[in-house]
């Protein structure tokens, strides 16, 4: 939003508070305009953007209570942080917290909002960017939702292995049709503008300069929300409720089962029984919440959230980089090219093949739709990023990213080239996945500002970026690149220069397994169903076919030349694939067919033990290996990178927590099995035994 604006609701708020003498020292601010309407503005000081807190809710009990005493014509809730609406409940709050205070503190919170939603004038939120979970069920609290083109309405609380618990378990299905509700809620979705306009929970949508109009015409009855209600009322009946618990329960299962993700299951458990008695639906939402609380997978994807928040606000210093030059425009040069100019950086783009400079440009276009940036944004982007087959963009650029052929020699061309034109002072990053950093190095014009920037394919859809530093990398770059990557939006989690850095090196005995067992016979769906059951978002042939063959195999055939622990042989299926041509999804065919999209194969036989810990405990093994050499900094930051840039399921908290819930001891007896079993690519790391040192 523009800060121009978000300044002028600032001070207008001000202004308006200051002059009624209104309370306005708290997170919140309010005054009555000229025509008695009342403005109360979110506006958190000690956060940049708002979270709904045990204060905030405090305070905004206080401030009803004034406004009750003296009521206004209506009352306008709004907020002035640039971010957006209200991002959510603090979790800091919630983390930790006993099943006993959690239901004392939700019920003094639903008696706030059912505070506001009983003021006798009408209430009207207004919501620019986003409004999620707690946020968006203060907005529920109100008459009416005015979005501002931009805003977005979502309840992703099941992402934290809970439901909604301030009421919108109850208010957004009584609002819209129940089952999209539902939907919403089960899926932890975003309802963007339009869809939220198309479902009602929007009651209109205007750009930043009409909201006065549209409060103007709220208040005239210009608004019209008479088929409010209307489908709530068809679920009132059990049986209908009972149909609809019963399909929704199914869908829940073909995505987790119960006993790993039992937040949706318990949320169409209290709509089935409750819904249609809108009290005992707030009372079981509460009991609900609190229990779910408690439940470890809550407890493991609170952890990830806190896990991203530290990679998240780890950058030291200020992100100095605002000119970009892309080297290369394949298939990950453009993604992050055009993944760097949406976030607001300037950026060059060189490539040799001006056609893969127009797929960029596509490409770009593509990133902006699925990021559902409106038409000036999507502009604003492109006008941004420029191809630049003659490279001048490389004497102005702050940063250049190095994503060409994974050939040593080119590269060193490349660098050469580089090298002659590069700013004083400017970074050199390479993206290479499996080349050695301390044998590139020789190459690059600057050492100490030569580093890995490690983008994962999709650059728009996996957030983390392995920032790698061989031992001539500079403090200062790394720190420089960590704020960069900030800055654009994404993960980062620093890695040494080793094989495969931390990502690569202990996602690929994985994949090799797979491969293996696959050649003793077991079949592809039978592994990835285990895989899928354990918690993995795909199974491991489906992702190699989705990685490329092609680079599943350079990558572990670098592994194995270059690691001195063994290695799972490199499975002969594998070089046959790669020899036919067949790549995975790129070519249509690997070891699955892609000609219809991406393939969901399922397994009905049964899953066994060893299957799933024949796939799995290599990767911890792996992970084990990297915090032990000092590859990566901590078993958290281990755990941080292999969720956010695989997947790993996020439930379990990360492979090294997992671990660490099952016993140390656990895992390295299961690995000595298997090594007698299936060699010595198995054998445990000194790390299960609690050494920490090389
Ligand atoms: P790609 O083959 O899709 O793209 C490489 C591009 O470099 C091509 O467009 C090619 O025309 C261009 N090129 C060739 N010679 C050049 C030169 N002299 N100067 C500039 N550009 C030149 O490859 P990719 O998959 O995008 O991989 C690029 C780098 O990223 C590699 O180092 C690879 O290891 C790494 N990487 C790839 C993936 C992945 O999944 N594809 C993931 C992470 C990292």
Redesign the pocket.
């Known amino acids: 939003m523009d800060s121009q604006l978000i300044e002028y609701i600032k001070q207008s708020s001000l202004e308006l508070g200051a002059a009624k003498g209104a309370l306005g020292d708290g997170a919140w601010r309010y005054g009555k305009d000229d025509e008695n309407i009342g403005w109360l503005v979110l506006d958190r000081s000690d956060a940049s953007a708002n979270t709904i807190s045990e204060t905030v809710l405090r305070e905004l009990d206080a401030h009803l209570a004034q406004i009750e005493a003296d009521l206004p014509r209506a009352l306008v809730i709004r907020s002035a942080k640039a971010q957006g609406f209200a991002m959510g409940a603090d979790i800091d709050m919630l983390a930790g917290m006993e099943a006993e205070a959690t239901e004392t503190l939700l019920t003094e919170a639903h008696g706030v909002l059912d505070r506001l939603e009983g003021l006798s004038c009408p209430t009207i939120a207004v919501v620019h960017g986003p409004a999620l979970g707690a946020g968006f069920e203060l907005a529920l609290a109100c008459d009416f939702r005015i979005a501002i083109d931009g805003a977005s309405f979502g309840l992703p609380e099941v992402k934290l292995g809970l439901h909604p618990g301030l009421g919108g378990t109850a208010r957004l299905p009584e609002l819209i049709e129940p089952t999209a509700a539902m939907q919403l809620m089960l899926t932890g979705s975003t309802a963007h503008t339009r869809k939220a306009r198309d479902l009602g929970i929007a009651d209109v949508v205007v750009e930043e300069r009409h909201v006065r109009g549209a409060v103007t015409a709220i208040l005239n009855g210009e608004v019209n929300q008479n088929g409010r209600g209307l489908m709530a009322r068809a679920f009132s009946l059990a049986s209908a409720r009972s149909i609809a618990a019963t399909r929704m329960r199914r869908e829940a299962k073909t995505k987790a089962p119960e006993a790993d993700y039992p937040a949706p299951y318990a949320l169409i458990d209290i709509w089935e029984k409750y819904s249609h008695d809108p009290k005992a639906m707030r009372k079981a939402e509460i009991a609900s919440f609190a229990k779910l609380l408690q439940s470890e997978t809550s407890k493991n994807l609170i952890r990830v959230f806190f896990l991203r928040r530290k990679l998240k606000d780890g950058a030291e210093g200020a992100n100095d980089i605002a000119h970009v030059h892309v ?7 453009a993604d992050i090219a055009a993944w760097c100019a949406m976030q607001g950086k300037r950026v060059t783009v ?4 001006t056609d ?1 400079l127009g797929a960029m440009i596509r490409r770009a276009v593509q990133i902006c739709k699925d990021a559902h940036k409106n038409t000036l944004e999507t502009r604003d982007t492109l006008d941004r990023l420029t191809p630049d087959p003659a490279g001048y963009g490389i004497a102005r650029a702050d940063l250049v990213i190095e ?4 050939k040593p020699e ?1 590269k060193a ?2 660098f050469a080239d580089l090298g002659k034109r590069l700013k004083s002072g400017a970074i050199l990053a ?6 050695s950093l301390t044998d590139l190095v020789v190459h690059a014009p600057a050492k100490t500002r030569f580093a890995g920037l ?4 999709p650059v728009n859809k996996v957030p983390l970026v392995e920032v790698v530093s061989h031992s001539q990398t500079s403090v200062a770059t790394r720190k420089r690149l960590i704020a960069f990557c900030n800055g654009i939006d994404r993960l980062p989690v620093s890695v040494d220069d080793a094989p495969g850095f931390l990502v690569n090196r202990a996602l690929m005995p994985y994949l090799m397994e797979a491969l293996l067992l696959m050649d003793e016979g077991i079949p592809k769906e039978r592994i990835d169903t285990a895989a899928r059951q354990f918690g993995m978002p795909m199974g491991p042939v489906t992702l190699a076919d989705q ?2 063959l092609d ?1 599943c195999l350079d990558v572990a055939e670098s592994l194995s030349q270059s690691l001195k622990t063994p290695t799972a042989d490199i499975p002969a299926l594998l070089r046959d694939k790669v020899e036919a041509g067949h790549l995975g999804r790129k070519t249509g065919r690997g070891f699955y067919d892609w000609s219809d999209g991406t393939p969901s194969p399922e397994s009905g036989a049964t899953i066994t033990d060893d299957l799933t810990d024949r796939l799995i405990l290599p990767m911890l093994n792996a992970c084990a290996t990297c915090v032990r050499e000092g590859v990566v900094g901590s078993a958290d930051e281990a755990d941080a990178a292999m969720i956010f840039a695989t997947g790993f399921a996020p439930f379990r908290g990360g492979p090294l927590h997992y671990a660490k819930a099952r016993g140390h001891d656990d895992i390295r007896a299961r690995l000595e099995a298997f090594a007698v079993a299936h060699g010595a690519r198995f054998t445990p790391d000194a790390y299960w035994r609690g050494s920490t040192t090389v």
């Not at 080297?327 to 040069?333: E, I, K, P, R, V």
């Not at 994503?403 to 994974?406: H, L």
């Open positions: 080297t290369g425009a394949g298939t990950m040069g060189h490539d040799p093949d893969a994503a060409g052929p994974e080119l061309e490349i390479t993206n290479t996945s499996s080349l490690h983008f994962f394919n990685v490329g680079i």
